[in-house]
Structures are given as C-alpha cells and as structure tokens.
C-alpha cells in the first residue's frame, strides 16, 4: 500500500472545491500523481496556463490527421504503427475487401474500435457481425478474419503482454457506465457454419515478437463445433456506454474508463449533459498529468474542448505538458453556451512514454501547438 506524503493545506485565494467557484479573475490548473487517483494540488492563476507565445523541444502536443492516411495492405498486420512502446501499439488500418486468410496475435489482447463500416468477423468463437461505433476485444491467440460489407475503418490498440480487462467501479457498482451483460460474444450459426470449408488451403499469419510467421492448412481452422468456458471475444457499442455524470461538478476523464490493461486504459467520451451548477467548470479542467501520456482519438460529433479537431484525428499529449481547453473552447465554457456534448472519443492514457511512427509523423499537423496562443 502507497503512503504517500499528504498534508492537505491552503494558501492565498483559492476555490474550496476543485473545478467549482473559481476566484474571480482566474484560471485552475491541477497538478497530481497516478493521474487523478492520487494526491494533488490546485493553482489559480491569472494567466491561462496554456497561453504560451512560444513552444520549442520535443514536449509539445501533437495532431495526426489519420484521414491522410491511404497505404493499408490486405491484412491488419499491414497497417503502420503510429504510436507505440512496450505495453501499448496503436494502429489505423482501412480495408474494404473480404481477408483471403487469418491472423493470429500472439503478442498480446487486441482492441478494435470500428470508427467506420460493418460487415462480419470470422473467430475461433464464431461469427459476430459489426458496426460503427463498436468495441471488440480479441484475447491473445484467437484467430479471426474480416469480411465488411462497407469499407471499414478501424483503431487497432494492442495490449502487448497483457490482457484488457473491465475497471473496477468502485462506489457506484459493477453495473454502471455498462452493465456487463451488454457485452455481445460470438455465435456458432449458420453464417460460421458455411464459412467452413475442409477442401481449400488457409493461411493463418501470426504475429509474434512482432514478428510473422505464415502457418497454412488444409482446411478452414475455424472449423469448431462448439466450445465452453469463461473467454471469449467480445463487443460492445459506444451507444450502450452510459456515462458518469454529475451537474455540479466535472468529472476527471478517469471516471470515463472502459477498458483496463498492463500499463495503460482505455475511457470513452460519450454525449452527455454539461454541467448545470452556475459555479461548476464547464470543460475539462487545465491539469499537468505528469505520469502519463495521453492519447485521444476522435470518432464523431463536436469535440467540444478542441478547435479545428476533425473525426478521424488523433491527437497526442506527452506528459510533462500542461494542457486543457482550447481558449475558444474555454470562452464558451464560461458563457454556458453547450447544454450538452455530442462527441464520441477514443482516450487512451500510457504509463509510459509513447513513440511517435513514421506513419504518424508523414499526416501530422504540426501548427497543432500554436492552437493554444492566445487569439490577437
């Protein structure tokens, strides 16, 4: 058990309550450990903390544009790293025809984020159809293929060496945000039933040491007739997540969690109602995560904290970089002109510091940092 040095104590002016009743005139930023599960404190500034004039260094925030992005190959072990380290490899890959063989990863749980498409995936534990807006969980080792019925277009999260499991929800139950029972797994039916075939060759190309190895049958492996146990591929929507919320005051991005793995988590930003209490921050709060680096993918609607952020971008903050709302944003915030929010994203928050691929550097938008200045 950590004990860490705590003496909660106050000085000057201050709000009493983080992220509620400012000191007129100025602007909060936290700063804490474990990301907002440990102790912290809280700075009221009369400056934004992000208004710089000027950023240089390997520090700053950046913004991919993965709608650029055009090279994809016909298999998921084709699509470029974007972001990486030990743990953690996040990839965009876009396909629009039937894979003519399967994959097997043997690195780690995959997470697939379907941002665009539908259509059907092919897996040890049967056949489940899916859409925009789904997460699938792939545990390490099963095999699986695609076949969409539209182009599809997915963000591929690899937990390597780990497995994803569900947060723990602490006060407010296991059923909350979602319950458990939304989670959809695979069927044994007709459409896996006719997939099968013992008279063609099948490849199975798995990824190990982020190596590939080609391993080829005589038949269709995905030939079982049935199976049992408490594993399995699962999905769930975006539309069946039911998020935290409370009027009076805003809550970390931490209570949007979704998923859990060795060394980083997964939160997803679904529409929900702005704070309503006159005094409550209406946007996310300026903070220093200092122990992770913290990843966003945009998926649909108006990303209310953003200026000029579009579906399909990523953007990318270090840790070590103070960072919050954008000034427009900000504005905005203040004058309560957002009743609620209608944006669907994709946090990923890394222990460890992330590797910048050559795929992301080719579609990056590099005027990103200056989006903070102050506008003349």
Known sequence: MKKWISFPHRAGRHSRQAHVDLPDGTYEREMGKEG????????????????WSDFQGPLRPHAFDTNLLSEFGGSPWDAEQLLGNAHLRLRIWKTDRDMD???????????????HGQGDLYCDFGHLAYEAGDYIVIPRGCMWRLAPAQKTELLMVEATG??????????????????????????????????????????????????????????NPLDAVGWKGDLSVVRVNVRDIRPLMSHRYHLPPSAHTTFVAGRFVVCTFA????????????????????????????????????DNIEEGMITYHPF?????????????????????????????????ALDIGAAAERVENNDYVNSWKPKD
């Open 101 to 115: 063989h399967l994959v097997r990863n043997a690195d780690g749980d995959d997470l697939l984020f379907v941002h």
């Open 36 to 51: 907002f599960f440990g102790p912290a404190a809280h700075f009221y500034h009369t400056h934004i903390p992000t208004g």
């Open 320 to 352: 070590g970089f103070t960072h919050g709302p954008h000034p427009k944003a900000f504005e905005a915030g203040k004058k309560a002109a957002l009743k609620e929010t209608d944006e669907i994203a994709v946090m990923i928050d890394s222990r460890d």
């Open 162 to 219: 780990s497995h994803y499991q569900l947060p723990d929800k602490g006060l407010v139950g296991p059923h909350a945000i979602f319950d458990p029972a939304m989670l959809d797994i695979p069927a044994l039916d007709d459409a896996f039933e006719t997939q099968r075939s013992d008279n063609e060759n099948w490849r199975v190309v798995v990824k190990a040491r982020q190596q590939l190895s080609t391993i080829t049958y005589p038949f």
């Open 271 to 306: 529409p929900r109602p702005i704070e309503s209490d006159p005094g409550a921050l209406k946007v996310p709060f300026y903070h220093n995560n200092d122990d992770y680096d913290e990843v966003i993918f945009y998926h649909r609607g108006n990303f209310f904290s953003r």
